[in-house]
């Protein structure tokens, strides 16, 4: 079992910038791979961000790239997800999840553990 636990959310005005941390706990051993996902209300659960653990490789769903990064601190079992230049549309309860696939996928069912979820909340 992973325990992931998202924190850092809030509430920011458009062009702002948030930062979101995720702690993992427990068998963080046998991850592969962390990433983001976000969803709206009244939409599907989409892919956001991933990184290796190891390889420290990223990807980036279209929407976001060039305003988000997502890093990693391993000696911390910690995921980060900088966002910048935030807009309206990024609006959402954003999740960390982790995989224990070795190659990065932007399906939700590649995705073996879910954090709770924090909310980010962008006003025009």
């Known amino acids: 079992q992973v325990q992931l636990v998202e924190s850092g959310g809030g509430l920011v005005q458009a062009g702002g910038s948030l930062r979101l941390s995720c702690a993992a706990s427990?068998?963080?051993?046998?991850?592969?791979?962390m990433g983001w996902f976000r969803q709206a209300p009244g939409k599907e659960r989409e892919f956001v961000a991933a990184?290796?653990?190891?390889?420290?490789?990223?990807y980036y769903a279209d929407s976001v790239k060039g305003r988000f990064t997502i890093s990693s601190d391993n000696a911390r079992n910690t995921v980060y997800l900088q966002m910048n230049g935030l807009k309206p549309e990024d609006t959402a309860v954003y999740y960390c999840a982790s995989s224990t696939r070795k190659v990065i996928f932007t399906t939700k069912a590649a995705y073996d553990y879910w954090g709770q979820g924090t909310q980010v909340t962008v006003s025009t």
């Open positions: 427990g068998r963080t051993f046998s991850s592969y791979v």
């Open positions: 990184i290796g653990w190891n390889s420290g490789r990223t």
